[in-house]
């Protein structure tokens, strides 16, 4: 459903791979006893998730001496800002990294104040969001939002909506294969490209598969959240090597006039090439090895 939304309005499924997230992440972590207080989702509310942890923006948590919370500070790469409701926060606490459950309609929150200057992505309505002691509910204890199953599940979910986004970008060049207007070479970088899509489709749909057999998403028992991480790693390279191709063969065989004289397809070239820096590229290839290199056997299948 991502991939298809995605491969229609890149913003659009951008926003909701997030509140899907947000979805997911209340029903896994709002199971322990220990979080009463997380509110369930209600119809009609729109739900972001803000956990980017850049060096130049922090959020730190503050608990009050009746066990509420507020939090204060600037959260940086904020989707969403104006069109959700409620947002799940990443907050520095005392006991450490914690996610909280914000209400956006409070006193203290306020959005737009600036971040985001790039022509990409540009309808996501990323912001940097400023709060001053906003009242926020704890969800999970201290690294929970890290620490399960489901963290890499929603990882993948973004990689759905890039491969969306790719199969847009390069529609271009099997409209220009139908219409005659493509010579060898240009009818090879389509082999390549419809190669390459169909093989991310595939990967991401036996991660799928595979998601539906288990574990719990809200398992985090360390072997299993080490396997999900390394699954989803190997999705995200897989779709982003698939996406980056997509993009560069379309422009090698189409040349600048789709990227000229065509503004949606400009606009989703651009889209696309933003949020695939959501991956951490050889950072996470790094960590890919790492995982394979920790195994006993070594089965890449």
């Not at 450490?96 to 990409?120: I, M, N, Y």
Request: hydrophobic fraction near 45%; include cysteine.
């Amino acid at each position: 459903m991502l991939a298809g939304l995605a491969a229609d309005d890149l913003d659009l499924a951008r926003l909701v791979e997030a509140h899907l997230d947000a979805l997911a992440i209340l029903d896994e972590l709002r199971r322990p006893a220990s979080t009463p207080a997380v509110p369930a989702p209600l119809p009609g509310q729109r739900w972001a998730v803000w956990a980017a942890e850049p060096p130049n923006g922090r959020v730190d948590a503050e608990q009050r001496r009746d066990g509420t919370w507020r939090l204060s500070g600037v959260k940086r790469w904020c989707s969403g800002s104006h069109a959700c409701t409620h947002a799940l926060v990443t907050a520095r606490a005392g006991d450490g990294g914690r996610l909280f459950a914000v209400d956006l309609s409070q006193t203290g929150v306020r959005t737009g104040v600036g971040g985001w200057e790039g022509l990409g992505m540009s309808g996501s309505g990323t912001e940097d969001v400023e709060l001053d002691a906003v009242p926020a509910a704890a969800v999970g204890g201290p690294g929970a939002y890290l620490e399960r199953v489901g963290f890499w599940y929603g990882a993948m979910g973004v990689a759905a909506c890039w491969h969306g986004g790719a199969v847009a970008v390069g529609r271009p060049l099997w409209e220009a294969a139908r219409g005659g207007g493509l010579d060898p070479h240009g009818r090879a970088h389509l082999g390549a490209v419809d190669t390459v899509l169909a093989a991310a489709g595939s990967v991401l749909r036996e991660a799928a598969a595979t998601a539906d057999r288990g574990p719990d998403p809200a398992t985090s028992d360390p072997p299993s959240v080490r396997l999900a991480r390394r699954r989803a790693l190997r999705v995200r390279a897989v779709v982003e090597a698939a996406a980056t191709q997509t993009i560069e063969r379309v422009g090698r065989a189409l040349g600048p006039r789709p990227l000229a004289t065509d503004a949606a397809h400009s606009r989703r070239v651009t889209d696309l090439t933003v949020y695939l820096r959501q991956s951490h590229a050889e950072r996470d290839l790094a960590v890919l090895g790492d995982l394979a290199a920790g195994t006993e056997e070594w089965q890449p299948w």
